[in-house]
Each structure stands twice: as C-alpha cells, then as structure tokens.
C-alpha cells in the first residue's frame, strides 16, 4: 500500500477531545488503503510550560540573582531530556486511542524510528534516518506513531530540533519512507500571502513552489518549518498543508500544495514578519571573535553583512532559550564597537523579482519607519525594523506589492 505521513501539530493535540479526532482521521486514512504514519508535537502549550517549570528550577535558592546579572538558564542537554517528554505523552495517547478504534497501532520515540542528528542541543539538525522499525511495523499492518520534534545525536545523545521541528520529523520520514506524500496539520488552511491575524486581506496560495516555500519559513512564516521544506526540496516531497479535520475534496476545503511542479509568478508572493529579534552589531576587526562566541553559544545569525569598519547581523530568539547567558558571554567578549539591541524585527517580501530595483525601491518609499537594515536576494527583500512598525508596515507592503496586484501596479503604487 502507499505510505502516507500526516504530521498534526499541538493544537491538533490540544486535548483529548481533539486527540480523539485525530484518531478517527488517521483511522479514515487507513481505510482508505494506505500505510499511515503519523508524527506528532507535544499537546497545546506543553513545551512553553515545560520551559518555564526548567527556568523555575534554574533559580538559586534564595530565588535571587547576586548583582543584577540576568538569572542563570538550564542546560541546553537538560532541556532536550525534558522537552521531548512532551511529543511522547501525545504519541501514546494517540496510539491508544487508535487501539480503541479496533486498528493496531505502535509509538516510536525519535530515536526507536532511526533519526539520527548531529550534536548540538535544543536546535539538531537531521544528518540521517535508519527508519528499520518503522518499516517492519508498517509490514506488520500497525499504523506508526513518531514523536516529532526529537532524535538521537551520533554520540547517542537525546536532541530536539528547534521550533517546529515535527515538521522537519515528518519530512524526513517522508522522505526516507518513499512515502507519496507528507500531511502537515494544523489549525489553519494552508499558506496564506500574509498572517490572517495582521493583515485581513492575505491571500490563500493553494500552490507554492520549494524555492519560495523555504524563503517565507526562513523569514518566519509559521505553517512549515524551514528545515523540512529544505528536505523536502532536496527528496522531492509533496508536502500539502491542510487545516485539522478538513478532507480532501470536499467542497469548500483548501488546502497548499508545495512541490516542484508549481510554477512561480508574481501572484505567489507574500509578505512575512518575524518578531523578537536581536540586532548585533560590532566593528570587522571582531569578527572572528564574534563568530568564535556564536559557534560556542550556538547562536544562530539570519542575515549577516561585513563591511569595511562593520559587521551587522540579526539573530532570532526563539530558537535561544539561553539568551540573557548568551548576551553577557558577547559582552564579556570585549568585541571592538559591540551594540546589541533588542526589540527589532523583520519585514520580508517573498516571491519572484523582489530583488529587482525597481521593486527594492517601491517597497522601500512606502515605508513609514526607516529600516535599520536591508537585505536584498532574488526572492526576497527583508528589512529590519522596530516590532512596533511592523503591522502596519506589512499591511501597506500587501496592499501595494503583494499578491492582488498586478506586476505593472505593484512598481507604480
């Protein structure tokens, strides 16, 4: 039978209620003739409260940090065994209630399904899968369970991957399956050419192709994570992004096909904001020594430019749970001209020809607020502005260069 991977996230999993849900989906999948496996985040908000109950625990005894330094962090190898406690409460769950439906099912952890990563904590990489047991379950006729988000360091360490990691999870077993298609569920529709909740008029985009699928998650769109639209870039996996409970076919249902076969033009762009970032900058004789501290701190850069006298760059802090240890280990570095500002964020226009001048220079004029920076690429312009602009600036970027006008209007707007 064709193997198909469904990947449904935590509000999918929220609770029992919905969990049963999912559970009558995976069973309808089933028995429509297919071999299923299903991979799964932690339930709601439990990996928020499992990172705060860590840095709880962080705490001195006396609940005070001596000084005024920023308060210690937990371990980023003690976060990884805690974190990914989460994805195995919904994995089980999941399995028995598939059990309850008369199917025969089978839970995994990362690392009993083969996923090998590299060795760092709290942000792995996926470096290979060995998915053996899974697929003598399959074989067996049981649905398998995976927990998403988590694998096994080759030094047999536990490690997550990052913020939206269980997509990257079912991608990759996707991918190594030779399964026909990789399901990613959640609790809205598809790709949209903005966030719905900043700006009203965003567009549904029922296809969208690898190339600007991976731009828009890099730049922050949160339906599909950056690492598994590279996977399924690099395998060639049709990755379709529904909203949990929708059917395929059904009237009224939409859905986002990202592939290889769509072709790009200027009605798939779309505007993107990320929020929470760090502006770091220093002076270019501390740029080895700036890398030196991020490659130790892991400390992972968006864009970065060295000029003759600087180097600028701009850090996402969702995927750095350590930061306030982060930032004193910069400032304790003694880099040459070093600022570090929080409170920035960043504005991207993602699709075909957003490179040119003509649209750098559009987008730009219409700009209330003066970016701090801007990057230009040939899918994308991105600029870094305070998280106050943001809204606003991505709503006028929509509305004059997004995807309801046509090429000719979005260069004269």
Same mark, same amino acid.
């Given at each position: 039978m064709p193997i198909v991977v469904q990947k449904y996230g935590g509000s999918s999993?929220?609770?029992? @209620?919905? &969990?049963?849900?999912v559970a009558d989906q995976v069973a309808r999948t089933r028995a429509a003739g297919n071999d299923v496996v299903?991979?799964?985040?932690?339930?709601?908000?439990?990996t928020d409260n499992l990172l705060g109950l860590a840095r709880e625990a962080a705490l001195p005894p006396d609940a005070s940090v001596a000084g005024g330094s920023a308060p210690p962090e937990p371990a980023k190898r003690e976060l990884d065994m805690l974190l990914?406690?989460? $994805?195995?409460?919904?994995?089980?769950?999941?399995?028995?209630?598939? %059990?309850?439906? @008369?199917?025969?099912?089978? !839970? +995994?952890?990362?690392?009993?399904?083969?996923?090998i990563t590299n060795d760092r904590h709290f942000d792995a990489r996926i470096i290979e899968v060995r998915p053996h047991r899974i697929e003598d379950e399959l074989a067996r006729g049981r649905i398998v369970i995976v927990a998403g988000y988590q694998g096994m360091s080759y030094k047999r360490e536990i490690t997550t991957l990052g913020r939206g990691g269980s997509d990257t999870t079912a991608v990759a077993l996707a991918a190594a399956l030779g399964a026909e298609r990789c399901e990613i569920y959640? *609790?809205?529709? @598809?790709?949209?050419?903005? *966030?719905?909740?900043?700006?009203?008029? /965003?567009? %549904?985009?029922?296809?969208?192709?690898? $190339?600007?699928m991976q731009e828009m998650a890099e730049c922050g769109a949160k339906v599909l994570?950056?690492?598994?639209?590279?996977? #399924?870039?690099? %395998?060639? =996996?049709?990755?379709?992004?529904?909203?949990?409970?929708?059917?395929?076919?059904?009237? @009224?249902?939409?859905?986002?096909?990202v592939s290889n076969e769509t072709s790009a033009d200027g009605s798939r762009r779309a505007v993107?904001?990320?929020?929470?970032?760090?502006? =770091?900058? /220093? $002076?270019?004789?501390?740029?080895?020594? &700036? #890398?030196?501290?991020?490659?130790?701190? !892991? &400390?992972? +850069?968006? *864009?970065?430019?060295?000029?003759?006298r600087e180097l600028v760059a701009w850090t996402p802090l969702l995927n750095?749970?350590?930061?306030?240890?982060?930032?004193?280990?910069?400032?304790?570095? !003694? &880099?040459?001209?070093? !600022?570090?500002? $929080?409170? %920035?964020?960043?504005?991207s226009l993602v699709g075909v020809e957003v490179g040119l001048p003509s649209v750098v220079g559009a987008a730009l004029a219409c700009l209330d607020a003066t970016p701090e920076l801007v990057f230009s690429h040939p899918l994308r312009l991105s600029c870094v502005l305070p998280d106050a602009a943001l809204d606003a600036a991505a709503r006028v970027w929509h509305e004059r260069l997004g995807p309801c006008a046509g090429a000719a209007d979005r260069l004269t707007a």
């Open positions: 999993v929220a609770d029992i @209620g919905k &969990l049963r849900s299903v991979v799964v985040s932690a339930m709601g908000k439990t990914s406690t989460g $994805e195995r409460v919904s994995m089980s769950l999941l399995s028995i209630a598939i %059990h309850a439906r @008369g199917l025969d099912a089978v !839970s +995994f952890t990362g690392s009993q399904s083969g996923i959640s *609790d809205v529709d @598809g790709v949209y050419s903005a *966030d719905p909740r900043i700006v009203p008029d /965003a567009r %549904h985009l029922p296809e969208l192709d690898y $190339e600007t994570n950056a690492q598994a639209v590279e996977w #399924a870039r690099r %395998h060639k =996996v049709a990755i379709i992004a529904r909203k949990t409970g929708d059917v395929a076919g059904r009237p @009224g249902v939409r859905e986002t096909v993107v904001v990320q929020k929470n970032l760090a502006l =770091v900058c /220093a $002076e270019r004789s501390a740029a080895a020594r &700036l #890398a030196a501290v991020a490659e130790r701190m !892991s &400390l992972p +850069f968006g *864009d970065l430019t060295l000029g003759p750095v749970p350590n930061w306030g240890e982060v930032r004193a280990e910069l400032e304790a570095a !003694s &880099l040459n001209g070093l !600022s570090v500002r $929080e409170g %920035h964020g960043l504005l």
